[in-house]
């Protein structure tokens, strides 16, 4: 099986400016989750989503926001990028909707903002 | 914010040796994972122990849980080069296993 993809992986972007991410899970997996890793706050849980539905958000601002479609592929979108989202944005897919499960990470997608 | 630390921050050892890292958690969970990331790739799932066992093995990882004290420990044994990469613990509390919390992370520098 292919893994998870996230596009583009690299991104350069202005003050203000808004970006989406994309993230495509490994196929059969509907559980989609991204992650903004950082030097100084490490990795941080941003939102989760399964089946179309928003299961859980993490504590970031509204800036942040996501989906999820009916194959699901996500996507993240930052509005008013300020320097501070300077980060690593991971996603994860799995399998099941709950219990114990391993998180199939992509390679990222490495956003500067200028 | 992060669920808590790991330790050491920082490890350099030598091809064969043994290599530790600890991980301590503030909260009740459900299951305890660690993860392993190669400079600033994704991560990759290493070994998952639930909060009713106390040690499991997989090839030459081990981890024990200790939920009494919050605590988790990876042992790497008989190390290689291709090891060297960053560590990290994450805790799941809300049974979804999709909501992770990671630790600070352990970087483990192994050196031929």
């Known amino acids: 099986k292919a893994g998870v993809t996230q596009t583009p992986r690299y991104l350069i972007k202005t003050r203000g400016q808004q970006v989406t991410l994309s993230c495509s899970p490994i196929?059969?997996?509907?559980?989609v989750s991204w992650y903004q890793q950082t030097p100084g706050q490490g990795l941080q849980f941003l939102f989760e989503?399964?089946?179309?539905?928003?299961?859980n958000k993490g504590n970031f601002p509204g800036r942040f926001s996501g989906r999820q479609f009916s194959n699901s592929r996500s996507e993240m979108n930052v509005s008013t990028l300020e320097l501070g989202d300077s980060a690593l944005y991971l996603c994860?897919?799995?399998?099941?909707?709950?219990?114990?499960?391993?998180?199939?990470f992509g390679p990222g997608t490495r956003l500067t903002v200028l | 914010s992060q669920q808590g630390e790991e330790d050491p921050q920082a490890l350099s050892i030598q091809e064969g040796e043994n290599a530790t890292m600890n991980c301590s958690y503030k909260?009740?969970?459900?299951?305890l994972q660690w993860y392993r990331q190669n400079s600033g790739r994704g991560l990759v799932h290493l070994i998952l122990?639930?909060?009713?066992?106390r040690e499991k093995h997989s090839g030459r990882l081990r981890v024990t849980l200790d939920t009494s004290k919050k605590s988790s420990s990876l042992l790497i044994t008989a190390s290689r080069a291709a090891d060297t990469a960053s560590y990290f613990c994450?805790?799941?509390?809300?049974?979804?296993?999709?909501?992770?919390?990671f630790g600070t992370g352990t970087r483990l520098q192994v050196t031929l």
């Open positions: 994860a897919s799995s399998y099941r909707a709950s219990g114990p499960n391993e998180q199939f």
């Open positions: 196929s059969g997996h509907r559980s």
């Open positions: 989503y399964f089946s179309e539905t928003q299961r």
């Open positions: 909260t009740s969970i459900n299951n």
């Open positions: 122990i639930r909060s009713n066992e």
């Open positions: 994450a805790t799941d509390d809300t049974g979804t296993a999709s909501k992770l919390t």
